[in-house]
C-alpha cells in the first residue's frame, strides 16, 4: 500500500480512479472503495484506486465541527488497502492551498444555488467544494471519481461542474449505506449519545414512509411528522428534482414525475447534524 504526502509521491499512480474523502473510514467509504476498483477494472484497464485524505477547511461553517473531525490516517491507509485501493494520497493544507497562489472556486453549478438546501444551511459550503474538488481533479490528474449519493446535493454539484466545465472526470455514483436498522452511515454518527442514536433512526423512517405516498405534499409531511417526533431541529423535509434539485408543485403525483426525484431531509440532532435521502417514490 502506497502513501502519498506529496505530487512526486503520488505520481505513479496518476489518471485512476479517486474517491475523495476526509478520513475516518467507515464502510459507507469501503463500499466505494470497491465500487472505485470495479470501474478501474472494467473501464479503465486497471488504472490506480486512490483515496484521497483531506479535511478541508473551507467547507465547514463551523469552526468546533472542523476541529472535532476526527483524523486517524493510519487506520485509514489499513482499510483503504484491505478494500482494494493502490494508495492513499494525504496532502499538506499547503499543498492543496499554497500561500502564493490563488485555487479559483469557479462557477457553482445552479443546483447548488438558492435550493434552500445543504446550499442554505451551510453557507460557503458548495463553494469550498467546487474549489477543492477542481483541485484534487487537477492535483491527482484522475479519469473517473465516486462520490456518495448520501450528500445528494453534492453529488449532483460535482457532476454538474465536471460535465459543465469539461474537466474530463468521469463521477461515478455510490448507494448510501446503512447501519441494519436503517440510520445513514456517517463519520458524526460518532458524537451521538445512545439516546440520541435511537431518534436519529426516525429519519430514514421518515424518508420510507415518504416512499409510500401519493403525492409530494404527502411526502414531505410525512418526512416532517417523522423527524419533529423525535425531536430532531428540522433544517429541511422535501420533495425535489433529482437532477435540478428545483421544486416540485406540491399535488404532483408519482405517475405525473416528468424526471426521476429525491426525497431530502436534514437536521440537528445535539452535537450532530444528520442528512439522508432516498428516491421518491421508492424504486420497483
Not at 449505506?177 to 421518515?206: F, P, Q, W
Request: overall charge negative.
Amino acid at each position: 500500500m502506497h502513501v502519498a504526502h506529496t505530487l512526486e509521491d503520488l505520481r505513479p499512480h496518476f489518471g485512476g480512479v479517486l474517491i475523495p474523502t476526509m478520513g475516518a473510514l467507515h464502510t459507507g467509504h469501503i463500499e466505494l472503495i470497491e465500487i472505485a476498483a470495479r470501474h478501474a477494472h472494467d473501464e479503465l484497464n486497471g488504472a490506480p484506486v486512490v483515496v484521497y485524505v483531506f479535511v478541508n477547511p473551507t467547507q465547514f461553517d463551523e469552526k468546533d465541527d472542523f476541529d472535532r473531525y476526527p483524523r486517524t490516517l493510519e487506520t485509514d491507509v489499513a482499510i483503504a488497502a484491505e478494500a482494494g485501493a493502490q494508495c492513499v494520497f494525504a496532502p499538506p493544507v499547503e499543498l492543496v492551498y499554497p500561500q502564493n497562489e490563488s485555487i479559483p472556486v469557479g462557477t457553482i453549478p445552479d443546483c447548488a444555488v438558492n435550493k434552500g438546501l445543504e446550499d442554505a444551511f451551510r453557507p460557503g459550503h458548495f463553494e469550498g467544494v467546487c474549489q477543492v474538488v477542481r483541485r484534487f481533479f487537477k492535483l491527482t490528474q484522475c479519469a473517473a471519481a465516486v462520490f456518495g449519493e448520501k450528500d445528494w446535493q453534492q453529488l449532483q454539484t460535482v457532476r454538474a461542474m465536471s460535465e459543465g466545465e469539461g474537466l474530463g472526470v468521469t463521477i461515478v455514483p455510490g448507494p448510501t449505506v446503512r447501519e441494519k436498522d436503517g440510520l445513514a452511515l456517517s463519520s458524526r454518527n460518532v458524537h451521538l449519545t445512545k439516546d440520541e442514536r435511537e431518534r436519529a433512526l426516525s429519519i430514514s423512517r421518515g424518508l420510507r414512509a415518504a416512499q409510500q405516498e401519493f403525492t409530494v405534499a404527502d411526502a414531505e409531511r410525512a418526512i416532517r411528522e417523522s423527524v419533529t417526533s423525535a425531536g430532531i431541529d428540522v433544517n429541511y423535509a422535501t420533495v425535489r428534482d433529482a437532477a435540478t434539485l428545483e421544486p416540485l408543485p406540491p399535488h404532483t403525483t408519482a405517475s405525473e414525475l416528468q424526471a426521476p426525484a429525491r426525497a431530502l431531509t436534514a437536521g440537528r440532532l445535539g452535537l450532530v447534524r444528520l442528512l439522508d435521502n432516498m428516491p421518491w417514490p421508492s424504486e420497483p
